[in-house]
C-alpha cells in the first residue's frame, strides 16, 4: 500500500479522465482565443496583500480560505484562491494598459487554491479557465464574454445550464442602497456573524441561504430600485446585446457573488445536476479593481469558470465527449530483430505525423495484442523474424479484425492512406 495520498479536499487527474479535463479546458479557450483574447500565465502565489485588498478582506476566500504563509525570507505570500487579481496585477506590472489598445483582452488556465470544506463539486485545489478585459467600460463587452461562455458550454454538449444576470451598480448608487439594506438589516434577528456581516458587506447577506435568513429577507430593498440612470442603461445594453444573440438568461437580483470588487454586471453559470455546489462558472465586472490594487482607473470585466464542476455537469448530463483515440497505430514486435526494426517504424510513423505507440516489456504476442487493444488503436503491426525475413509485417484492423501483409517499405504510406 502506498504510504502517501493526495492531501485532502484535492485528487489526481489520471488517465482515462484527465483527458476530459484537456478537452474542456480546450473548448472553454477555444472561443476566446477565437476572439481576440491572449494567453496570459501568472505565478501560482501572489502577495498575500493582493488578494487581501483586491478580493477583499471581509469574503470567506480571504479571512478564512487562504493558503497563506511566509517564506524563509520573510515575503507573505499566499496561493492564489482566485484569478483576477493575478491577472489584473501583472498587466498593470507590463504596462499592458499603456500601449493604446484598450481594451487588453487576455485568458489564462490553471489551479486555484481554497481552504473549504471539501464535498462533490468543492476541493481545496481546483481548476479554472478564465477571461478579463481590461480598461474599457462597455456594455458590449460584457455581453461579448457572456456569450462566449455559453458557447463554451453548448460545444461541449452541455444543456441544462442557466445563466444567472445582475447589476450590482456603481460607486454612485451601491452605497445609497448599501445603507438601505443595513438599516434593513438593522431590524431583523441574526446571528452575531451575520451582524457583523451585514455591517462590513451587507449585500453578502443576501446570499445567505439558511432558509430562517431568507424567510425574514422577504421585502428586503432590492438593489434594481436602486440603480442610477447610467447603471441601468449600462445593464439594459447588456441585456439587450444578449438576447440579440440568442442566449437566454434569468434576472437575479439576489446575485452578489463572493467576491468584493464586482459592479454593475454580475453574472454566474449555474447547473441544475449539480445539487449544491451548482455554480459551473462566475463573473462580472470589476470596475474599481484596479485602483484598489494601486492601479489606475481601468474599468474591466471578466470570467472564471470551473473545469471540475464542467466535467461533473457533462457526467450528470450523460454527454460523452467526443475523443478521439490517441493511438492510431500499435506496433508488436516478436523477437529482437523485429523490436529494433519497429521501433524505427514507430519513430518514422511519429515523425510522420501518425499516433503510434509499441510494446514495451519485451511481452509475449498474447500480451502485446492486449496492450494494442487497450490502446484504441486503429490499426496494429504485428512482425516476427519469419515476416521481417520477407521483408513483410502484418497489419491488422483492429475494428474488422482483418489481417494483410504490407511490404516493410511502403508500411508507413499504407498506414497513412488507410488512416485517411
Ligand atoms: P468563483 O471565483 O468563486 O466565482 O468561482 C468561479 C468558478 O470556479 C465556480 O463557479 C466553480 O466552478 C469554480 N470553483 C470555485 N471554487 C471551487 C472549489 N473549491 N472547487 C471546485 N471548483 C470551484
Known sequence: ?????????????????????????????????????GYIETPGFEDVGLFARGVGESTDIVSKEMYAFETKGGDQLALRPEGTASVLRAALEASLHKQGNLPVKLW??????RY???????????????AEAIGAEDPALDAELIILADQAYRSLGLRDFRILLNS?????????????LQGFLRGLDLDEE????AEINPLRVLDDKRPDVQKQLVGAPVLRDYLCDACKAYHEEVRALITAAGVAFEDDEKLVRGLDYYTRTTFEFVHDGLGSQSAVGGGGRYDG?????GGPALPSVGWALGVDRTVLALEAEG?????????????????EEARRVLFGKV??????????????????????????????ARFAVVAGERDLAEGLVQLKDMESGEQSAVALAELIDTVKARLA
Open 1 to 37: 500500500m502506498a504510504t502517501f495520498k493526495a492531501p485532502k479536499g484535492t485528487y489526481d487527474l489520471i488517465p482515462p479522465v484527465s483527458v476530459k479535463y484537456l478537452a474542456v479546458r480546450e473548448a472553454i479557450s477555444a472561443p476566446l482565443r477565437n476572439s481576440g483574447y
Open 108 to 113: 489564462y488556465s490553471g489551479s486555484y487554491y
Open 116 to 130: 473549504e470544506r471539501p464535498q462533490k463539486g468543492r476541493y481545496r485545489h481546483f481548476s479554472q479557465v478564465g
Open 168 to 180: 450590482l451598480g456603481d460607486k454612485e448608487c451601491r452605497p445609497v442602497y448599501r445603507e438601505a
Open 194 to 197: 451575520t451582524v457583523r456581516r
Open 289 to 293: 479593481l484596479s485602483e484598489m490594487i
Open 319 to 335: 454527454v460523452e465527449l467526443d475523443i478521439p483515440a490517441s493511438t492510431s497505430v500499435f506496433a508488436v514486435a516478436l523477437g
Open 347 to 376: 519513430t518514422e510513423l511519429r515523425k510522420a505525423g501518425v499516433a503510434a505507440d509499441f510494446s514495451f516489456g519485451g511481452k509475449g504476442l498474447k500480451g502485446a495484442m492486449k496492450d494494442a487493444n487497450r490502446s484504441g
